[in-house]
């Protein structure tokens, strides 16, 4: 089951060894990358979970605009404010209330939020990535460590989705 869940393993920033400019071009490619995973998959396949007891494909594709949305925003506070505190959010109750939003609306919002996020990345200098933000519940997160958080975020869901396929003959 742990394989299923984290096909790539659990994010560990110590096994994220690639460069800075690396993980800003992952960010850059997810979007593109997310659109050929699901590509050619039909309505009954997309809403099939890729696990017991997982989300839908469709959900995870919501999630992916849902969670980095939230991360664009904090890179931002954490670029204008002094170590802010952000606010967690429900990821399973916001994965239900996007039931009914057309997907193609969040892979176009991530579309447009990965280059905006990645035109805001290539603006900052090395001292920016030391600056950072309190989750309640992790602590401290530096924006070199929450960019490797969110690299590693794009890779872990589009490998639920290929995996999912691989299983599935689709």
């Given at each position: 089951?742990?394989?299923?869940?984290?096909?790539?393993?659990?994010?560990?920033?110590?096994?994220?060894?690639?460069?800075?400019?690396?993980?800003?071009?992952?960010?850059?490619?997810?979007?593109?990358?997310?659109?050929?995973?699901?590509?050619?998959?039909?309505?009954?396949?997309?809403?099939?979970?890729?696990?017991?007891?997982?989300?839908?494909?469709?959900?995870?594709?919501?999630?992916?605009?849902?969670?980095?949305?939230?991360?664009?925003?904090?890179?931002?506070?954490?670029?204008?404010?002094?170590?802010?505190?952000?606010?967690?959010?429900?990821?399973?109750?916001?994965?239900?209330?996007?039931?009914?939003?057309?997907?193609?609306?969040?892979?176009?919002?991530?579309?447009?939020?990965?280059?905006?996020?990645?035109?805001?990345?290539?603006?900052?200098?090395?001292?920016?990535?030391?600056?950072?933000?309190?989750?309640?519940?992790?602590?401290?997160?530096?924006?070199?460590?929450?960019?490797?958080?969110?690299?590693?975020?794009?890779?872990?869901?589009?490998?639920?989705?290929?995996?999912f396929r691989e299983r599935m003959n689709i």
């Amino acid at each position: 089951m742990e394989a299923l869940r984290y096909p790539i393993g659990r994010f560990d920033v110590s096994r994220q060894k690639e460069s800075t400019e690396w993980h800003i071009w992952m960010l850059g490619v997810i979007p593109d990358l997310l659109r050929d995973a699901i590509s050619g998959m039909t309505s009954e396949q997309l809403d099939t979970p890729y696990r017991s007891g997982g989300w839908t494909i469709r959900q995870i594709v919501h999630h992916f605009a849902d969670s980095h949305m939230n991360g664009y925003a904090r890179f931002k506070q954490a670029l204008t404010e002094d170590q802010p505190t952000i606010s967690p959010y429900n990821q399973d109750r916001w994965v239900e209330l996007s039931s009914e939003i057309p997907m193609e609306t969040s892979l176009d919002l991530l579309d447009s939020l990965h280059q905006c996020w990645v035109n805001l990345l290539h603006t900052m200098r090395p001292e920016h990535f030391q600056k950072g933000y309190v989750h309640p519940e992790e602590g401290f997160l530096s924006l070199d460590t929450a960019l490797r958080l969110y690299s590693w975020h794009g890779r872990h869901h589009l490998a639920q989705i290929t995996s999912f396929r691989e299983r599935m003959n689709i």
